[in-house]
């Protein structure tokens, strides 16, 4: 393998230490600040991992690890977008794709192929492993918001009818996962944890 | 599938959070903080998926992912010990594995296991898989200083002797990334990087 090679592999990972840079609106239980894009990917890929037996149908755990290993690798240049914030879609769209193009384009040829496709089944949200990647991104914040009475809904002025929209996709993916959770924020509207 | 079966899965996926406020001795390139062990399980997990090609023997880079995310959990309760910190070995290893059998322990049996058999690969470094995981932990932060002028080396007192006993296991699992990076860290020497 060419020198070449390699020191555009390395390239790629000294860049993603700029992931650890990108601020969330979530915080982490029992800290003050803000939780970063980097340690969320690592706790959602492993959640996918822990849960892929509720998705249905059925998926391939590895893939929607690597998935989700990488779904958020585009905010290095675009940064994060609060879920609630309904302003700017298209723009974040042409953001995110230029991103992709510029850190993917990094690596050699055939891992920029390969990556750059497990992110867009992220976004495209078509196949099984997609949609659960998807539902996991969204219930994560969901459950420490949850375990957090309210923390990132409250500093957002995030309404209980704008949650269950936006994270309705979970119900899609994994029912079960949707049935357990449903309940949940009933009980938080009426603890007042919700706008 | 049972309500406490998808209660005891999150109660462990809650506690991960916590993993978000063990800090390391690295800082990521461009910031003044010190890096935090579930944003870099996130980089060592993607590293692993990013380098498989360069593991001799061929390994499956599914599961070195799974260890590598797998791997820093017990630091919940253990805390992070620095490579280059020689004393206190033994009383590691037993705070490590009773904080394995109080973390896995959080999930349904089947789980428990899985996981804790991968944690084990990780710490046993016998299987190409567990060899690979272990190389990728051990040349991420000495990349990391390669980019930093030796930031972590220098803030601890790390010697060049050290550095080289320390991360041999990776020529022994990827002796191409070991022939990259050795000529690198004598060129680090002679610039004053190391202690």
Redesign the interface.
């Known amino acids: 393998?060419s020198?070449a090679h390699?020191i555009a592999?390395?390239d790629?990972?000294?860049e993603?230490?700029?992931?650890?840079?990108i601020l969330r609106r979530t915080r982490?239980?029992?800290?003050q600040r803000l939780?970063?894009s980097?340690?969320h990917?690592?706790?959602v890929?492993?959640?996918a991992?822990?849960?892929a037996?509720?998705a249905e149908p059925a998926v391939d755990a590895?893939r929607v690890?690597?998935i989700l290993?990488?779904h958020d690798i585009v905010e290095i240049d675009a940064d994060d977008t609060f879920l609630y914030d309904e302003t700017g879609t298209l723009e974040k769209v042409a953001k995110e794709e230029a991103a992709a193009e510029r850190i993917f384009g990094l690596l050699p040829a055939a891992?920029r192929e390969a990556f750059t496709a497990l992110w867009r089944e992220y976004e495209d949200r078509v196949t099984p492993e997609g949609k659960f990647a998807y539902a996991c991104d969204r219930l994560?914040p969901m459950?420490?918001n949850l375990?957090n009475q309210g923390q990132s809904w409250l500093e957002n002025g995030v309404r209980f009818e704008q949650v269950i929209r936006k994270n309705l996709p979970i119900k899609d993916a994994a029912p079960?996962?949707w049935d357990?959770v449903l309940p949940r924020l009933e009980a938080a509207r009426a603890a007042g944890w919700l706008a």
């Open positions: 393998m020198n390699l592999q390395l790629f990972l000294l993603l230490d700029k992931l650890k840079a982490p239980a029992g800290m939780e970063n980097a340690e990917s690592w706790h890929a492993l959640m991992l822990l849960l037996e509720h590895e690890m690597k290993l990488l891992q994560l459950l420490q375990a079960g996962l357990y």
